[in-house]
């Protein structure tokens, strides 16, 4: 087994190294985490770490991440919260090194002790022989002295201090407290007597469950009380597409609270417990102001004061409730701008209604206004959460150019409808879940000449037969699939077409999710409209099918994971095919719009996000093509 691990390492390194050296360009830094990756990948340990993406909120997430980033571990092979660990004295033959944390070790220096552990230490065995040991801070680092003096050990002198001020964190988490270990004493203590197989239970279900949307560092560079922390749990598990089972939450806040300091838990432990049942009610808001130019063909030029507020209910029992509002970001013929509702629903907790909350599959109705579950960016419709100043063109609306000639989007974003969703979770292997959304809802409107997007936000829709849809989805923290589809009939004013015949859509999707730790993440979607429409001077032909369909491919990679900095690509297809073009256009039946887009986005304080984007429109004849220049600000209160 060590020689097959060997084997897959040198090959790892080997391509990423060859890919570096064929593209004329130096090592980056990423190809130095080649050996990690093969080791976890041969010895069946996936490197648990979060990727960036943004903060909490919105209609499921939010965005603008700290880019503070810690490796946040999520097994017994990876380091407890840092600021939960309790350290034994620093010797005087290894001084300690950073600012110690509320725990007594540096978080920094048990993130960096993780990474190097992982790379050099994993090769020979596996990581459990050293993680399952306890040893004080003065043992690691005589174990470590004798580790790398053996032959083929490759542990450089300037990680020693690190690996073993990790393994000294893994030996205090597992230690337990007894009533004669005083706090932050010796590697026994546990933080403020909480239970520290709960934090370890906490951070599994926070990596596998909470990093699905946004990254790990907005919710572990906040200071929080184990009720605050409870009181967010609850909210974020009721996000439309979260995947926290309540069997989890006690464990998650227990977990977060952990990193905000001992006393912040209160000395709460065990199990999820009565405090599972209190009431909470919370209240946020994402501001994202944008400015974007480049000529007057364009929705919405100049500055635009994007913004999302909600509110979030969670009972005592099964019920909860959320209620969030935007400022709607196109121009609305007749009635310019005004606050759009975007979801206003309640959710009844299958699960907890049948009593058994440590039950991993989670169950869950939805009923109201509600984010239809279609495709993967409808979990990020929240301006905090997408990290580009505009949305990709089969989603967007109220950002395009020549919006008459370009015509609609395969669908709007955020999509919003009212009905009721039934949605279920459960877990795959060990590390891995499913999905499934199964939704009935009004569904959009329209008349002869198609779907009417703003005829279709209506609240009373006022359709005779209702749409209905679904998403399935599998997948880990690390690689997600997905796949969606949703079909109505859009016309039952009478005399929409000849003899009143029914008019029909049909919206599918697919998409791929990827990220590795803060350093890549690529995501890739497609979706295609098919749409019924009547045109009485096609002769012989009055009623014909429009197809619009496209994918995005965008990816964002990140230098170090310490940087604040992080570049992003995007390209864009929108492609139109049918008899006549959309109604007021200049172009024919059959074009296509493409669009790249180049961005910058720069971590600011408060976990906000600054983005900076250029995009080049290649727009089909008589068009010309375009230059946009965008800049947006995204932060959540």
């Known amino acids: 087994m060590r020689r097959i691990r060997r084997s897959i390492t040198a090959v790892w390194a080997g391509l990423l190294v060859a890919a570096s050296a064929a593209s004329g360009q130096e090592t980056p830094d990423w190809a130095n985490s080649a050996e990690p990756i093969a080791a976890a990948i041969a010895s069946d340990e996936p490197a648990r770490t979060s990727l960036f993406a943004a903060p909490e909120l919105g209609g499921r997430t939010a965005g603008g991440e700290s880019s503070r980033r810690q490796i946040q571990t999520v097994s017994q092979v990876e ?21 110690a944390s509320a725990g007594g070790f540096d978080p920094a220096l048990v993130s960096r002790g993780a990474s190097a552990f992982q790379s050099a230490c994993t090769q020979c065995h596996d990581a459990e022989r050293s993680t399952t040991k306890t040893k004080d801070l003065a043992g690691w680092r005589a174990t470590i002295r004798r580790m790398a003096a053996k032959d083929d050990a490759d542990i450089p002198e300037g990680e020693w201090e690190a690996i073993a001020t990790y393994l000294a964190s893994v030996s205090a988490r597992q230690a337990p407290r007894t009533p004669s270990t005083p706090a932050g004493g010796g590697a026994a203590a546990s933080t403020g007597g909480v239970d520290a197989a709960l934090v370890s239970r906490g951070n599994t279900a926070f990596q596998s469950g909470c990093t699905q949307c946004h990254d790990a560092a907005r919710s572990t560079t906040k200071k929080k009380d184990l009720a605050g922390w409870r009181a967010t749990v609850r909210r974020m598990a009721g996000k439309n597409g979260a995947n926290v089972p309540q069997g989890d939450w006690e464990a998650i806040a227990t977990y977060l609270a952990s990193l905000s300091a001992p006393a912040a838990t209160g000395g709460a432990g065990g199990a999820a417990s009565a405090a599972t049942a209190e009431q909470s009610f919370s209240i946020w808001a994402t501001i994202s102001p944008f400015w974007r130019e480049g000529n007057d063909n364009m929705e919405l030029p100049g500055f635009f004061p994007q913004t999302w507020v909600g509110a ?26 005004r606050i759009e509702l975007v979801e206003a629903a309640m959710r009844l907790d299958l699960v907890n209604l049948l009593c058994e909350r440590d039950s991993p599959i989670k169950a869950v109705v939805d009923a109201g206004r509600f984010i239809v579950p279609f ?176 994918i995005y491919l965008e990816g964002e990679v990140r230098r170090r994971k310490e940087s604040k900095f992080s570049f992003l690509i995007r390209y864009d297809l929108l492609d139109h095919r049918a008899l006549l073009p959309p109604p007021g256009s200049v172009l024919t039946g059959r074009f296509d719009i493409r669009r790249t887009t180049w961005g910058v986005n720069y971590q600011l304080a408060g976990n906000s996000l ?28």
Request: glycine share 12%.
């Open 312 to 337: 979030n209910w969670q009972g005592s029992g099964p019920l909860s409730g959320r209620v969030t509002a935007c400022v709607t970001c196109h121009n609305e013929p007749g009635n310019g701008h």
């Open 375 to 550: 495709g993967a960016f409808s979990a990020q419709a929240n301006p905090a959460v997408y990290r580009t100043v505009a949305k990709p063109l089969i989603f967007t609306m109220g950002q395009r150019a020549f919006p008459t000639d370009m015509g609609d989007p395969v669908l709007p974003m955020p999509y919003a409808d009212q009905g009721a969703d039934f949605s279920l979770s459960v877990p795959v292997r060990e590390k891995g879940s499913a999905t499934f959304d199964a939704y009935v809802v009004n569904g959009l409107r329209g008349n002869a000449s198609g779907i009417s997007f703003y005829d279709s936000r209506n609240y009373v829709a006022g359709n005779k037969e209702p749409a209905v849809g679904g998403r399935v989805t599998l997948g880990n923290q690390f690689i997600r699939l997905g796949s969606s589809i949703t079909a109505g009939r859009f016309n039952d004013d009478p005399g929409s077409g000849p003899r009143n015949q029914g008019l029909y859509y049909r919206i599918y999707g697919f998409d791929l999710q990827m990220r590795y730790e803060d350093l890549v993440r690529f995501q890739v979607e497609y979706a295609d409209r098919d749409t019924d429409r009547i045109a009485a001077s096609v002769a012989g032909q009055p009623r014909f099918r429009e197809h619009v369909n496209g």
């Open 79 to 99: 380091a407890p919260p840092p600021a939960a660990a309790t350290a034994a004295p620093p010797t005087t033959d290894a001084p300690s090194t950073g600012a």
């Open 610 to 637: 600054l983005m900076l984007n250029y995009e080049r429109w290649v727009l089909p004849g008589p068009l010309p093509d375009l230059n946009v220049y965008g800049v947006r600000w995204a932060a959540t209160f």
